[in-house]
C-alpha cells in the first residue's frame, strides 16, 4: 500500500531544495518513484535537472496554453499516476487590497489555482484509472499577509471536490489538497511581513515548533499512497495544531503585558 516502484509522478514546482516540491520529489524517488520535472523557463529546468539528473524534466509555463496542450505529448512515461500542483505567484504591488489591480489578480489566481483544474485536464490522456492528484495550499487563508493570494488560495482549496466528482464520471482518479501553515521556503520571502508572522505561528502551535517541509513532504506520499485511498476532494489542514491554540494563554500573555 507504500510502494512507489514503476510508478511515475509528475512534479510542478521545485524552485530550490527548500521549497515544498523538492522535499516531495527527493521523498518519492527515495521510495523508487520514477519523476516528471517542469520548470517555468528553460533556465529555471536547468536548475531542476542538476538536483534530479536522471529524471525526466520539462519546460512548462503554465500561463502558456501552448505548453499546456503540448504536455501529454511530451512526455516520455507511458503514465501518470500523481500530480502534485506546488505553483503559486503574486504580484504584491499594494499592502491595500481593496487596491489589487485587475490584472495582479486574474494573473495570480490563473497561476495559483485555477492552472492545477488546466493541469489535470492536459494530462488526462497520460492519468492511470486510480491517479492521486495533490496540491498544496496554506492552512489560514485569511492571513493579512498573503493580501489577495488568502482568497485565490481558498478557490484552490475548494477546486479538489469540483475536480474530484468531475473525474469520479468515469475513473477512480482522486484529487486532495494539503493546507499547510507556515514555512521556511524561499517562495515564502517574498511574502510581505512573513517571518513576523511565521514565528507567531509557531508559537500557536501545540508543539511550540513550526511545521517542517518534510513533514507536508510525507503527508504527500500518504495521499500519494494507497493508504489515502478513501480521502477524495478534501482539504487536509497540516499545521502542527496551529488552528486550534489561537487563544494560547503564553501568547496572549506576551501580547497583554507588551500592550498594558
Do not use: C, W
Not at 26 to 49: C, M, N, Y
Not at 104 to 112: E, G, K, R
Not at 179 to 191: F, H
Amino acid at each position: 500500500m507504500f510502494d512507489f516502484r514503476e510508478k511515475n509522478y509528475l512534479i510542478t514546482g521545485i524552485a530550490n531544495k527548500k521549497s515544498v516540491a523538492f522535499y516531495v520529489a527527493k521523498a518519492l524517488k527515495e521510495q523508487g518513484a520514477h519523476l516528471v520535472l517542469t520548470g517555468q523557463t528553460e533556465e529555471h529546468l536547468g536548475s531542476i535537472k542538476k538536483l534530479f539528473p536522471n529524471e525526466e524534466a520539462y519546460k512548462l509555463d503554465v500561463e502558456s496554453k501552448e505548453d499546456l496542450e503540448n504536455l501529454s505529448k511530451t512526455i516520455k512515461a507511458p503514465k501518470i499516476d500523481g500530480l502534485l500542483h506546488s505553483i503559486a505567484f503574486a504580484n504584491f504591488t499594494t499592502p491595500n487590497f481593496l487596491a489589487t489591480p485587475r490584472e495582479d489578480f486574474l494573473q495570480a489566481t490563473q497561476i495559483s489555482a485555477f492552472s492545477f483544474v488546466e493541469l489535470a485536464h492536459a494530462l488526462r490522456p497520460k492519468l492511470s484509472n486510480n491517479a492521486s492528484l495533490v496540491s498544496i495550499s496554506i492552512s489560514n487563508t485569511k492571513a493579512t499577509s498573503y493580501g489577495y493570494l488568502g482568497p485565490i488560495k481558498a478557490m484552490l482549496n475548494s477546486l479538489a471536490g469540483y475536480m474530484a466528482k468531475s473525474f469520479s464520471e468515469y475513473s477512480q482518479i482522486r484529487v486532495n489538497t494539503i493546507a499547510a501553515g507556515p514555512l521556511k521556503t524561499s517562495a515564502s520571502a517574498g511574502i510581505p511581513d512573513y517571518l513576523e508572522n511565521y514565528l507567531f505561528a509557531e508559537a500557536l502551535t501545540l508543539r511550540k515548533e513550526a511545521l517542517k517541509t518534510d513533514e507536508v513532504a510525507k503527508t504527500a506520499l500518504y495521499l500519494f499512497s494507497d493508504l489515502s485511498s478513501g480521502l477524495n476532494g478534501e482539504t487536509i489542514t497540516l499545521d502542527a495544531g496551529m488552528n486550534l491554540n489561537y487563544f494560547d494563554q503564553d501568547v496572549v500573555r506576551t501580547y497583554t503585558k507588551a500592550k498594558f
